[in-house]
């Protein structure tokens, strides 16, 4: 049996949440930027998609740093991604937050207004995709961006077209169409542009081969070469998320503990779905000596 750890992605922010985290972390976070990085969680900093990429990226590696204790995988959501391959070894936390304030600048700017992502829960995929290529015109930009689950997928797009798309969604019988707190289309094409230009800074950067395993959330699988991380690190904001894949690959793995990073618990939700046997649990609320206890045990099963 083996153990994962998983990172959300935009969305799962708050106000306050770099607040209780270890000081080393943020310290660290503060010299490499230049900048007090504990200002970046108000609820007017976290308007802007710089502020939340940074946030998630520093919550995520300050609490698995505390764990201490090496999972079998790592998988991360979008810029969960991130912290990811910090916590797998890949890529040093300080290359790490100069390329997402640049990730995070290149989407704000790229799409300021008038474009976000919503989830459409209660219809199956190919529902949404029908009802996408009535929709998507280039009048009314809107993608599939996000399949989390079998009966939950996120849109992305130009807010006409959301709207639009959520009518006929409700029209069919979802259950919800509810606009997400991101301000950027973020996981199809119109983000290429934005990708491209973090690409060309990601060749400037040294990577490592994974000491763990990392999960791709954009290709389901293991990535393991360096150019290969590369290009899903760089790249990962313009295309789809297979969530639902990417759990159902690490279970077919032996996964059989999965510790959602925080903020939040979305990820520990939708997992539960996929993990007929073991434990999904969520850091935030959690005991740190129980998930210390839940990653010792599993190693002893899967040493």
Same mark, same amino acid.
């Given at each position: ?9 935009? $969305? ?8 209780? +985290? ?28 710089? @502020? ?6 520093? @919550? ?6 505390? =764990? ?9 959501? %979008? ?21 997402? %304030? =640049?990730?995070?600048? =290149? ?22 995709? %029908? ?28 807010? @006409? ?21 991101? %301000? ?13 230009? +973090? ?34 690190? @760089? ?28 903020? $939040? ?39």
């Amino acid at each position: 049996m083996s153990s994962l750890l998983v990172f959300p992605g935009q $969305g799962a922010q708050r106000p306050g949440m770099l607040q209780g +985290l270890p000081g080393e972390t943020l310290s660290e976070a503060c010299d490499v930027l230049g900048e007090d990085v504990r200002l970046l969680d108000s609820a007017e900093a976290l308007r802007s998609t710089r @502020a939340v990429q940074l946030c998630l990226l520093i @919550a995520g590696v300050a609490a698995a740093r505390q =764990l201490s204790l090496p999972a079998d995988y790592v998988a991360g959501l %979008s810029i969960g991604a991130y912290p990811a391959a910090v916590v797998a070894g890949a890529l040093e936390f300080s290359d790490a937050l100069h390329l997402v %304030s =640049l990730r995070g600048e =290149l989407m704000q700017q790229a799409y300021p207004q008038g474009y976000g992502m919503t989830a459409i829960i209660g219809l199956e995929l190919a529902v949404v995709e %029908s009802l996408l290529a009535r929709v998507h015109s280039v009048d009314t930009p809107v993608y599939l961006a996000n399949i989390n689950a079998e009966n939950q997928v996120v849109i992305a797009g130009s807010d @006409a077209g959301m709207k639009a798309l959520a009518e006929l969604a409700k029209a069919r019988g979802a259950g919800l169409a509810k606009r997400l707190a991101v %301000s950027v289309p973020s996981h199809c094409p119109l983000l290429d542009a934005p990708a491209q230009t +973090l690409a060309e800074a990601f060749a400037n950067v040294k990577l490592q081969t994974p000491k763990i395993g990392y999960l791709s959330g954009s290709r389901a699988r293991p990535v393991i070469k360096v150019e290969a991380l590369r290009d899903d690190l @760089a790249y990962n904001m313009c295309r789809v998320v297979d969530w639902r894949g990417t759990v159902q690959s690490a279970y077919e793995r032996g996964v059989r503990l999965q510790i959602e990073l925080p903020p $939040g618990a979305v990820l520990t939700g939708l997992a539960r779905r996929v993990f007929e046997q073991g434990t999904v649990i969520a850091f935030d609320g959690a005991r740190l000596d129980t998930l210390q206890a839940l990653l010792r045990e599993e190693g002893r099963r899967h040493p």
